[in-house]
């Protein structure tokens, strides 16, 4: 509601897609389509069928996570519009996809063994370990903490519960504060809006996200010189354009920053 309220203060009509046809913001809407956010192609058929050409498509934003994202893109690619790469955003969803790609980029991140969910896991000698979905359906589901080999049966079916593929990624766990750069890339430069503390818990060896803290208290001048260096590359590498950008990273207490996730949407 708060993007719908702005919106309408800059005069813009809007398209609002919503899968609850009695959703809050489908009073404001001009045109609302009653639709999974996940769907490209039926909200395109339904765009099409009223006839909504490129040039009337001025932008494209979702505050959904996961799959909306690469709609948001498809139709950002769709309507002509200077926006991410749907590729790109396939790499930012796919953890198996992003590790290999901060490999590549000598980006620093946690060492994975990425493992197929039907293939046999070998047993592991290195703990303690986290497991997570490599393609997650809901964010921050799925994952776990490892700390022995008893627990890493339950670990992995878990994770294999709530991967949209057939792919886990099996993470070393980095000690340290979680922290969260969020801001919005416009004509291929990044804004960064604020860093803030995200305060997570482990209830039976599950990650369970429970707060946040607005300015974060764990960042020095030292540590935003290695996060924008991180973000600037980000933005290049993936050429992240016109949405939203959330960065989840691990510090520790020697400065050290770690890639965790990437969003391209509203945190």
Known sequence: MPLIYAAKKLDLNLIIVDRNKDCPGKMFADIFINSSTDNHKKIILY????????????GIITRSSGRSTKTMSMLQKKFKLDGTNPNSVETV???NKLMSFCKNKKILAPYTLIKRVDKKIPKIVNFPLVIKPSFATIGKTGISIVENNEDLAQAISLAQKYTENKYINIEEKIEGKDIVVIG???????????IIDEMNKVVKNKILRNGYRNPSIHTSVFAEKKINLITNKIVKELKINNCPLSISLKINDSGIVYLIEINLEIS
């Open 93 to 95: 969803l796919n953890k």
């Open 47 to 58: 765009l099409k069928k009223k006839q909504i050409k490129k040039n009337h498509i001025i």
């Open 184 to 194: 919005l890339v416009k004509n291929h430069r990044f804004s960064r809006l604020c």
